[in-house]
């Protein structure tokens, strides 16, 4: 009789939170509650109205070691720094991170340098340095609000919306392309392993999908069904599986428990980031050397037996049993720049090195 008291009491508590409609912010932006946000396969408590604790880095090729920095604030003064006449590369980094992570900045430095963009770096890492990653999740809806407001505004100066890319790792991925969905004509989204809880399997409006952007890719580096924090589920129009996407070479406690010696002589977090976040974090060590290197990072179309196998060996087989040898734009994929030039949609599998260099030579 307790027990089922006690069932029906949490019902009523979630049903309750559910049924609220809105919820508003004092800057007068309210936001949708319950289905699809809040489900019960998708159980977030309401959003925080955080989203002013927003920066924005403007980068560009001539002051990439002094970006300026403005807050949400000041955010309508940035189109004033821009040349609307260049494309513009936009960056979200992922939970626990923010513009402190130089491996998250150099990204945008690097892609800004490369193609001469505008590059900004969108810093939301007091939001996203909450441990509680539920609220985190929901509050990704009221930074994109800020973020969205950015854009817009850069748009309305004279930045065509075909030449912003948006580029997002992990919850940043999401975050990235609620603001493409929310802004007609971007021209490219690319989710660097976008993350996976309370996002699978969730409706498109939730998560990165395919069509939120002209183009749309995503590249998986730890989709393991069991242990993985990204996505597994096709969400683009093509789709990059590094090492078969579900785990990366010399990652994780399952091949290299020796690690663990390490927590003696290093940071306890430092080492647990190691081991448990390796494959997350390869995604945007894999693209920054795509970025940075004349090598080519080639995705060939898989069959189903390579994939297989590059999965149940934790993604070392994969450089020995996919060959991209012979690859072009027309029967192969690329990652980085080139992406949206390939002639291919769909799945391919990208092999690596086991270290740095990633990059495997043809």
């Known amino acids: 009789m307790c027990y089922t008291l006690l069932c029906f009491t949490l019902l009523l508590l979630v049903s309750s939170s559910f049924c609220a409609k809105q919820k508003c912010c ?3 932006e ?3 509650l319950g289905d699809p946000w809040q489900t019960l396969t998708r159980l977030v408590p309401e959003p925080e109205c955080e989203g002013n604790l927003t920066r924005f880095f403007l980068i560009e090729s001539s002051n990439k070691d002094n970006p300026v920095v403005f807050t949400a604030r000041n955010a309508s003064k940035i189109p004033g720094y821009l040349n609307v006449r260049k494309p513009t590369i936009i960056f979200f980094h992922g939970w626990m991170s923010s513009a402190a992570a130089p491996s998250i900045m150099n990204i945008t430095t690097l892609y800004s340098s490369r193609v001469n ?5 969108v810093d939301y890492g007091e939001i996203a340095k909450n441990v509680n990653y539920p609220q985190v999740v929901s509050n990704l809806r009221v930074v994109a609000t800020y973020v969205t407001k950015m854009v817009q505004n850069i748009i309305q100066a004279g930045v065509s919306p075909s030449q912003i890319h948006l580029i997002g790792h992990s919850l940043g991925a999401h975050l990235a392309a609620y603001v493409a969905k929310a802004i007609p004509g971007i021209g490219r989204l690319t989710g660097l392993d976008p993350a996976r809880f309370l996002f699978t399997d969730q409706n498109c409006e939730v998560r990165l999908c395919k069509g939120d952007a002209q183009f749309t890719e995503t590249i998986h580096t730890n989709g393991n069904p069991v242990w993985g924090f990204g996505t597994s589920i096709e969400d683009g129009d093509v ?18 428990p ?13 080492v647990v980031t190691d081991l448990f976040f390796c494959s997350l974090r390869r995604a945007v060590l894999y693209y920054t050397e795509a970025l940075a290197s004349s090598c080519v990072f080639w995705g060939v179309k898989p069959d189903p037996l390579n994939m297989l196998i590059s999965r149940l ?10 060959h991209p040898r012979n690859c072009t734009l027309q029967n192969c994929v690329p990652v980085g720049l080139d992406t949206i030039h390939a002639t291919g949609r769909g799945s391919f599998i990208v092999p690596t090195n086991y270290q740095q260099p990633f990059c495997v030579s043809q």
Request: aromatic share 10%; glycine share 12%.
């Open 313 to 322: 060996t934790l993604g070392h087989a994969t450089k020995f049993i996919v």
């Open 239 to 256: 789709d990059l599986w590094v090492n078969g996407g579900w785990d990366q070479p010399n990652c994780g406690v399952v091949v290299n």
């Open 30 to 32: 309210c936001y949708e």
């Open 258 to 270: 020796l690690a663990i010696l390490q927590i003696g002589r290093s940071k306890i977090s430092e």
């Open 117 to 121: 963009a505008n590059g900004i770096f």
């Open 26 to 28: 004092p800057d007068k």
